[in-house]
């Protein structure tokens, strides 16, 4: 590899890219079946682009109403099915000089410690906050967020004015929307863990594989 990265900054999406699971879908999980199949519903609605996430934000998680204790697991769940190459190519990526950001529709307590594991920056890591009060129950998230919004990852590119030009890489609508807003000047379709047609499609071109994004930002 040489010359100059092909973009000066990647931005990361987190469930079913960085990691394996869908974190509110793992939350629900832990619910009764009902709960557990009526979010996950909602969630591949959103994900497929069927249904804007504002509509089914609040929903799902008023549905599953997550314990603090439950967001720290979901934090350890995130580790373990971590994608394959993932924490390498963070790291050669910022090698290069590639700022490499995680925004996320996800859970912060979650999203926050799996994303600084792999090593990016604090400062780099977007996500939703939650509240709970002194017994860790679940009293509600940040809806003041853009994140809980489906152009929100979007405006959350434009408020940081991040070096350009910039690639975005999830496997969702959502991740769609910085590109189509054109606050991103590249989208990576990320098939490694789901393959969504309308994502796809709407793609600059789809990478398979970590690996395989080292290669097309540092050709
Ligand atoms: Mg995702």
């Not at 394959?84 to 926050?112: N, T």
């Not at 679940?138 to 990852?153: A, H, I, M, N």
Request: hydrophobic share 45%; proline share 4%.
């Amino acid at each position: 590899m040489s010359g100059a990265p092909r973009y000066r900054t990647v931005v990361l999406d987190v469930d079913s890219t960085l990691t394996g699971i869908e974190g509110v879908d793992w939350l629900a999980a832990r619910r009764e079946t009902e709960t557990a199949s009526g979010v996950m519903r909602l969630t591949e609605r959103v994900m497929a682009g069927e249904m804007p996430i504002e509509k089914a934000y609040a929903a799902r998680l008023e549905r599953i109403a997550p314990t603090r204790l439950e967001v720290a697991a979901l934090a350890e769940a995130y580790r373990d099915a971590v994608a394959p190459d993932a924490r390498a190519a963070i790291a050669s990526l910022q090698a290069a000089g590639v700022r490499v950001l995680a925004i996320s529709g996800g859970l912060r307590d979650a999203v926050l410690p799996f994303c600084t594991g792999l090593g990016i920056a604090d400062a780099d890591v977007h996500a939703v906050k939650l509240r709970w009060n002194a017994d860790g129950e679940y009293t509600g998230f940040d809806r003041r967020s853009p994140l809980v919004k489906q152009t929100g990852k979007a405006r959350m590119l434009q408020r940081l004015a991040l070096p350009r030009p910039i690639l975005a890489v999830g496997d969702g609508s959502t991740d769609v929307e910085m590109r189509r807003a054109g606050e991103a000047d590249a989208f990576a379709a990320y098939t490694g863990f789901t393959h969504r047609a309308r994502v796809v499609e709407a793609a600059d071109f789809v990478v398979r594989s970590f690996a395989e994004l080292t290669e097309r930002v540092l050709r």
